[in-house]
């Protein structure tokens, strides 16, 4: 079904330390989401880009989260200094247009100790 | 409160049985989606709705945005079908954000 692919597929990461994922869009898509399960199954919308462009970001991800979608390059999302809060299911999406049917990868799952 | 809800949370069906999934919104929904959520967390996209319905195999859904609800039915359930299902919303106010509804977790039984 999808040919969104994220990784790693977990991640451990201890309080305070910077912890990174990656997603390639499927090809060809030019719109990618991030979104925050946790884990009672609570979606969060942290942030979009049209190609390398942000259109939208949440308050939270202008404070610990970064994140980018350089070309040619894996999109990334970056938490500066993780917190226990922070541990959830991260999904990645891409789209041809806007939220026009959404392709989502597998997740990486962080948890933060 | 709840911008999208959903239910049953949770559903146990025999394998060869119908059911149906419901979500209502409190937001001005102009697109739904529904999603099933496999054991490995992956999200598979079932359907992509304007007001409407659409089927699939032995899945169906309708989206009515006047009466602000979609549903999500199953005939014939079979094992593999088992999972959580997730609607989720476009909303007028922000074209950028999806609304995902709680999820309905679908076990199908021998």
């Known amino acids: 079904n999808s040919k969104v692919i994220q990784t790693p597929r977990y991640l451990v990461k201890g309080q305070g330390q910077k912890a990174k994922m990656r997603c390639i869009p499927e090809k060809g898509h030019p719109v990618v989401f991030w979104y925050q399960q946790n884990k009672n199954n609570e979606f969060k919308f942290l942030i979009n880009f049209q190609n390398q462009e942000v259109l939208q970001q949440i308050d939270m991800t202008e404070k610990r989260f970064s994140a980018e979608c350089p070309s040619n390059s894996p999109c990334s999302l970056e938490i500066q200094s993780s917190e226990a809060g922070d541990s959830a299911l991260y999904l990645c999406?891409?789209?041809?247009?806007?939220?026009?049917?959404?392709?989502f990868g597998h997740g990486t799952k962080l948890s933060v100790l | 409160g709840d911008k999208v809800k959903q239910s049953p949370s949770a559903l146990s069906l025999q394998e060869g049985t119908n059911s149906a999934l419901r979500c209502n919104f409190s937001?001005?929904?102009?697109?739904v989606q529904w999603f099933l959520q496999n054991p490995r967390g992956s999200l598979i996209n079932l359907f992509y709705l304007v007001p409407g319905t659409k089927e699939n195999g032995r899945l169906k859904s309708a989206f009515d945005s006047k009466e602000s609800y979609s549903t999500l039915h199953i005939r014939d359930a079979q094992l593999e079908d088992s999972g959580t299902y997730f609607c989720a919303a476009e909303a007028r106010s922000n074209y950028n954000v999806l609304y995902f509804g709680s999820g309905t977790k679908l076990t199908v039984e021998p």
């Open positions: 999406a891409s789209s041809l247009v806007g939220n026009e049917r959404l392709f």
């Open positions: 937001i001005a929904a102009t697109t």
